[in-house]
């Protein structure tokens, strides 16, 4: 069977995210690869942290790994559960999103390959018991221009 395209990748992930979490008591998207290579059966990497120190240690073992594989590595797919927040270049606010007041729970998710990249962000809409009714897409977040975060294109060829 051949390898998904990254939009194809950015799909599963999305219908993913919904069957986890949209109804389920206590639900969560643990942090996961899944990478598609050219002459093998993709991995899929479950890549959960409890605090900053583990997911450095992850994206770093996860960049390595990529690096070492590259040349038979065709895209990956990374997804995890954040908090957003929308940063005004005239105005930064210098806080982590999990520290500022406007801060959405969201879910994101990213697929890459040598020359692309893609995004998709779902904000968590939840009821009044807690439960994730609804993720809804914000169309404004596809732009990779301006993404960045830990896990964000470890497939970037830095060899050079």
């Known amino acids: 069977m051949p390898n998904m395209s990254i ?6 992930g999305v219908s993913h995210a919904k069957h986890v979490l949209i109804g389920e008591e206590g639900a969560q998207i643990i942090p996961c690869f899944i990478i598609q290579f050219k ?6 990497l479950a890549t ?10 992850t994206r770093e073992a996860v960049r390595l790994s990529l690096k070492h594989f590259y040349d038979s590595v065709d895209s990956y797919m990374f997804w995890t559960e954040a908090w957003m927040a929308t940063e005004n270049i005239h105005h930064p606010s210098g806080l982590m999103p999990s520290d500022r ?3 959405r729970e969201v ?3 990213n697929a890459f390959d ?4 893609r995004v998709c962000v779902l904000e968590i809409v939840r009821g ?3 439960r994730v009714t609804n993720l809804v897409e914000d169309k404004t977040a596809t732009d ?6 830990a896990m964000h294109n470890l497939l970037k060829d830095d060899r050079q």
């Open 7 to 12: 939009d194809e990748l950015l799909q599963s």
């Open 39 to 44: 002459d093998r059966p993709p991995a899929i």
């Open 114 to 117: 040598k020359q692309n990249e």
């Open 48 to 57: 959960p942290w409890t605090n900053d120190k583990e997911k450095w240690a």
């Open 101 to 103: 007041e406007d801060k």
């Open 107 to 109: 879910v994101v998710i």
């Open 128 to 130: 009044d018991d807690g």
């Open 144 to 149: 990779t221009t301006f993404w960045s975060g």
